[in-house]
């Protein structure tokens, strides 16, 4: 599968967001801001499939996942301007979830975009990973309750990632070739965790 831009990813209010789709048949869900994620309709062309969208009035990051032939790939377009807040993943672990479902519900009557961070600590990482020690005491999984949340509210979410330092003090070290490595692990586990979430938009 192959994703072509027909348009800039930067748009004004108002235009029409177009990408054309190479291969088999996509099925593609869009998150726009302030909205339930809604399936797009790609209709059939000459040279593939073209996904249009016009309901465009509202400012914001609006966010396609397209799946076909058991991929996922994400394409974004950003009309008009980004009204962001930064959501530490540890709220999600408070009170089963809701401090973080009031925080993103309250700031989608304003913003489009949540930035999921502190995501690992010398602590352990605040999602079931595979590669890194898990912080103690993790019984749910918070990125699941925020990026839940955020796609029910219409509101993207971007992913803030470091490594997984082994003291706090390492946590502003200035990352060498391990650290690297370690973020770019890091940065794979979250992708194949969770892509295939409307909501998610990137990192």
Not at 14 to 37: C, I, K, N, Q, W
Not at 92 to 102: Q, T
């Amino acid at each position: 599968m192959k994703v072509i831009n027909l348009s800039g990813l930067k748009a004004r209010a108002g235009e029409t967001l177009r990408f054309l789709v190479e291969g088999p048949p996509p099925r593609v869900v869009l998150v726009s801001p302030g909205e339930a994620p809604r399936q797009v309709l790609a209709k059939k062309t000459s040279t593939g499939y073209l996904v249009e969208y016009s309901s465009t009035e509202r400012e914001g990051l609006y966010v396609f996942t397209i799946t076909s032939a058991r991929r996922t790939l994400k394409r974004w377009f950003l009309v008009g301007d980004l009204v962001m807040d930064w959501v530490p993943a540890s709220f999600a672990l408070r009170d089963e979830g809701n401090r973080a479902g009031e925080v993103i519900s309250a700031f989608s009557e304003v913003g489009n975009v949540v930035v999921a961070h502190s995501l690992c600590s010398w602590r352990g990482a605040l999602y079931p990973s595979r590669g890194f020690p898990i912080e103690k005491g993790l019984e749910s999984d918070p990125l699941d309750v925020i990026l839940r949340t955020s796609q029910a509210k219409g509101v993207a979410v971007l992913f803030s990632y470091h490594w997984v330092p082994r003291r706090d003090v390492d946590m502003w070290v200035h990352p060498g070739p391990k650290e690297i490595a370690s973020a770019k692990r890091m940065i794979t586990e979250l992708h194949a965790l969770y892509s295939s979430y409307p909501s998610m938009a990137g990192f």
